[in-house]
């Protein structure tokens, strides 16, 4: 966000304040259906867009939150380079400031972790006007560091994200994809012993009775791979075409209008007990669930797995009211209520979007 919109951004965040109004920040809106509620007046943060900053040498990229990731992912192709979480769009115009607010991760992210672990320093307008730089433009450069990683996943709700700086990594030297027939059970097995070895594995699919294993790297890693897990390799546009379904929800899998559950669960856990369609990612420990099962009984079974449900597209009004996202403890609670004072005192941004009481 340039400079000359500032005074702008710090206008319409002192005249909310004032009155006890709320703004709600946006980008694209792609990913505006996963939320608790959409309360406060919509606030455009694509006033200014572009890259700022590409330092291939240095691996980092720094951008506007309204720049497309597209234009970014575009950016870093030409150089070789690549957002190695792979962040879904869910749509042609989605944002960098979208991306990282909603803090959403795909295929890759079970061998290079989340994006909140590339986030290098952001940018922010918080609740008072004023302008805060956290962290830096390379790892090494840790001041305020933990601060960035915070408003990954925070949906808006502690200030407008105005720029970011995130780390990237070259692409892979090969890749290709692995297919086997396996059933679930099997699968799942499959994965905890290759996810248990030094594999080049880059991403894992599972569903009806089909496995597939994305492998990346050097040559000769893949080669070794490959005499390891077996199974038939895919052409490498039908994998990409695969990968990219899933990464944009357009899997045969998302299709319909049944509730659409994400489950995030430990490496070791087993099968869900419910009898209804799942797609398995991330080695076993993201499954994405269609059900009409009551949210309360369909949670407290995946907790009794170690794991958390979040209502992630549809649902029950009843079921959404009670909670989209899992709901925290109080010790946890109290530390999101004292972030959200210390960013947002007057409850300007986005209030009740990721629980109704904050």
């Not at 867009?49 to 980092?60: R, T």
């Not at 979480?85 to 803090?103: M, N, V």
């Not at 290709?176 to 594999?199: D, H, K």
């Not at 958390?308 to 609670?333: C, I, K, N, Y």
Request: charged share 20%; with cysteine; proline share 7%.
């Amino acid at each position: 966000m340039t400079t000359s919109l500032h005074p702008v951004l710090r206008e319409l965040v002192l005249e909310a304040a004032a009155r006890g109004s709320a703004l709600r920040p946006h980008g694209s809106g792609a990913k505006d259906f996963l939320a608790q509620s959409r309360a406060g007046v919509p606030l455009d943060m694509r006033g200014a867009q572009g890259v700022i900053a590409h330092e291939p040498s240095e691996l980092f990229i720094n951008a506007h939150a309204g720049t497309r990731l597209r234009e970014i992912e575009e950016v870093l192709a030409a150089r070789g380079q690549m957002l190695a979480f792979e962040p879904p769009h869910f749509g042609p115009y989605a944002t960098l400031g979208g991306a990282i607010a909603t803090g959403l991760s795909g295929p890759r992210r079970m061998s290079v972790g989340s994006l909140r672990d590339f986030v290098l320093g952001v940018t922010v307008m918080d609740g008072r006007g004023r302008v805060l730089r956290f962290g830096g433009q390379v790892m090494k450069n840790v001041a305020g560091f933990d601060v960035s990683r915070l408003i990954a996943g925070s949906f808006g709700t502690l200030g407008l994200i105005l720029e970011a700086t995130l780390k990237v990594l070259p692409r892979p030297g090969a890749e290709q994809t692995r297919l086997l027939e396996r059933a679930e059970a099997p699968a799942l097995a499959g994965l905890r012993e290759w996810g248990a070895q030094p594999l080049p594995i880059s991403a894992t699919l599972w569903h009806e009775g089909r496995l597939a294993v994305r492998l990346s790297g050097a040559e000769p890693a893949l080669e070794a791979a490959v005499r390891l897990i077996g199974g038939d390799r895919m052409d490498d546009r039908d994998a990409a075409s695969l990968w990219q379904s899933v990464r944009e929800q357009q899997h045969p899998f998302f299709a319909g209008d049944a509730p659409l559950w994400r489950v995030a669960l430990p490496p070791m856990a087993p099968r869900l007990p419910f009898d209804q369609p799942c797609l398995i990612e991330w080695n076993g420990m993201q499954r994405w669930l269609r059900s009409d099962l009551d949210a309360d009984a369909l949670r407290q079974a995946v907790r009794a797995l170690g794991g958390h449900a979040t209502l992630f597209r549809g649902g029950r009004p009843a079921d959404r009211q009670r909670g989209v996202f899992e709901a925290l403890t109080p010790e946890v609670m109290a530390v999101h209520r004292r972030l959200k004072q210390a960013f947002d005192p007057s409850g300007v941004f986005s209030p009740g979007r990721l629980y109704a009481d904050l």
